[in-house]
């Protein structure tokens, strides 16, 4: 296979990355491993409720907070509704703008043991004693 190169030697050129080395992951696909790496400790908790339970990631917040809520929030949980499954949501960029680098992970794990305890009705020490 010959490969065509423009007048200035530019042109096709070898991929990015080695097909047997996985490409970079971009911060919000990391993001999103967080969360679900982060959900799969509640299965436990959840028990039967696991399978009704969907865990989503969205980049921001679609409005301002509800009236109960202070300042932009972290997460939020819309119970089942009919055939609908409760569902927990993590918003990317205000986790992002509050917790750099390590502590993502902490923040992620206790904002989702608060909504995970919001969804069963318990205290969040009930979701996670060691937290």
Avoid: N
């Avoid at 990355?17 to 959900?39: G, I, K, N, Q």
């Avoid at 993502?104 to 904002?111: F, N, Q, S």
């Amino acid at each position: 296979m010959s490969r065509h190169r423009d007048r200035r030697g530019r042109g096709l050129r070898g991929p990015l990355a080695h097909p047997s080395v996985p490409a970079m992951a971009t911060r919000a696909e990391a993001f999103d491993d967080l969360v679900a790496d982060t959900a799969q400790r509640f299965r436990e908790v959840l028990g039967r409720r696991w399978g009704s339970v969907e865990f989503a990631v969205e980049d921001i917040p679609p409005s301002g907070p509800a009236g109960w809520e202070e300042g932009v929030p972290l997460a939020r949980l819309w119970p089942a509704q009919g055939p609908l499954p409760a569902r927990i949501v993590v918003y990317r960029r205000p986790v992002e703008s509050v917790a750099p680098g390590a502590e993502r992970g902490d923040l992620v794990h206790d904002v989702m043991v608060e909504q995970v305890a919001l969804l069963l009705g318990v205290d969040p020490d009930e979701v996670d004693p060691d937290r």
